[in-house]
């Protein structure tokens, strides 16, 4: 595998949720950087040492507003 994907939301609760797609892998962190640093460390985790080449964080930013 040469990438994996992260759809990263903000939680309810503060701080961002990653979810790796295709892949059983889910992180949280408070900041964006220690999201970075969590993803890493789970991609690192999950695939041992057969890790994908890059790391894609897709982040999804919903607005809700009445009309």
Do not use: W
């Amino acid at each position: 595998m040469e990438e994996i994907i992260f759809l990263v939301e903000e939680s309810e609760e503060g701080g961002y949720i990653a979810k790796g797609m295709g892949v059983s892998i889910y992180t949280e962190a408070e900041t964006l950087e220690d999201l970075r640093v969590a993803v890493k460390e789970a991609v690192h985790c999950h695939f041992e040492d057969n890790h994908p080449k890059l790391i894609r964080l897709h982040l999804v930013k919903e607005e809700v507003f009445s009309v």
